[in-house]
């Protein structure tokens, strides 16, 4: 099992920044990616940014050129660099732990929320 507990949401102006955290904890060997997931509308979680054991990175179209996926050496905490924010950035951002083989272990947080005002 993983745990993973997210923080650094909270309240911005537009054009301003906020930087989540996610820290995971319990067996992490099989985990090959982590990443931020944002709740559109209460639709389908939707894909923020991905980041591999590799290094690799992937992001959401809205988000490129202005968030920043990163992590800890280990791949026990993944951060979200979020600048340039818009309120159409405005939702709640999960933290997902994901891997093996078949994609078994997926693993979500509860959810930070974050809000641009206008």
């Known amino acids: 099992q993983v745990q993973l507990a997210e923080s650094g949401g909270g309240l911005v102006q537009a054009g301003g920044s906020l930087r989540l955290s996610c820290t995971a904890s319990g067996s992490l060997h099989h985990i090959t990616a982590m990443g931020w997931y944002s709740r559109v509308r209460g639709m389908q979680r939707e894909l923020v940014a991905q980041?591999?054991?590799?290094?690799?990175?992937v992001y959401g179209e809205s988000v490129k050129g202005r968030f920043t996926i990163s992590t800890d050496k280990s791949m026990n905490t993944v951060y979200l660099q979020m600048n340039s924010l818009q309120p159409e950035d405005t939702d709640v951002y999960y933290c997902?732990?994901?891997?093996?083989?078949?994609?078994?272990?997926?693993?979500w947080g509860q959810g930070t929320q974050v809000t641009v005002s206008s």
């Open positions: 997902n732990a994901y891997g093996g083989p078949l994609g078994e272990y997926d693993y």
């Open positions: 980041i591999r054991r590799d290094g690799s990175t």
